[in-house]
């Protein structure tokens, strides 16, 4: 069964750049699409966007104009970088197999946006 | 955006119940509608996809149904592992959204 694991700083900045990576394994990331979501303390679910495999993309429109994902094959990871932070993207940054149903999760990762 | 609003926002139920959940979309999405399951601290689970069709391994106390704008996910006889928060979510365009999430708790 795929497995999804994601890394990357516990704290930034504001005004800065959140940037995580998530990795596959037991499965290849080839011919899926992969997505982010992420879940505010105590809240519920925001989808944020995602990537083909080949490099395709698609972002909420809400987040748009701060987010760029990426994708490595050779490496099975897929990134997420969200910049000019604010204290609002504080969450819990799950990524996870689908661009629409989400079959597999990482166990996530909280994220503190916080001078 | 399509809206998905969930009914009630929690819930106190016994072990053996039957609840229903109830979500409903802003507008026409078909049968394109997810559920998952979220216990504390952990990742959500993907129980339901295409509105009714269990994920693997989902046990067959759970049970979705609906189209349009209107699903119910139902868990016939609630077992102690069920009490978590439970979400929908649209897959018919972009941006996918979620529910507010339901809140099952044990009475």
């Known amino acids: 069964q795929v497995q999804l694991q994601e890394s990357g700083p516990g704290l930034v900045k504001p005004s800065e750049t959140l940037s995580l990576t998530c990795t596959v394994s037991a499965g290849s990331i080839n011919y899926w699409y992969w997505s982010w979501i992420r879940q505010p303390p105590g809240k519920g679910l925001e989808w944020i966007g995602y990537i083909y495999y080949t490099g395709n993309t698609n972002y909420s429109p809400s987040l748009k104009s701060r987010v760029t994902m990426s994708v490595d094959t050779s490496k099975n990871q897929f990134s997420l970088n969200l910049t000019s932070v604010t204290t609002a993207d504080t969450a819990v940054y799950y990524c996870a197999r689908g661009g629409g149903n989400f079959d597999s999760w990482g166990q996530g990762t909280l994220v503190t946006v916080s001078s | 955006d399509i809206q998905m609003t969930q009914s009630p926002s929690s819930l106190s139920a016994s072990i053996g119940d039957r609840v229903t959940i109830t979500c409903r979309a802003s507008?026409?999405?078909?049968?394109?509608l997810n559920w998952y399951q979220q216990k504390p601290g952990k990742a959500p689970k993907h129980l339901i996809h295409g509105a009714s069709t269990l994920q693997s391994g989902v046990p067959s106390r759970f049970s979705g149904s609906g189209s349009g704008t209107d699903f119910t996910l139902t868990i016939s006889s609630l077992q102690p592992e069920d009490f978590a928060t439970y979400y929908c979510q649209h897959n018919h365009s972009s941006p996918r959204t979620f529910g507010q999430g339901t809140n099952l708790e044990i009475k």
């Open positions: 507008q026409n999405i078909s049968r394109n």
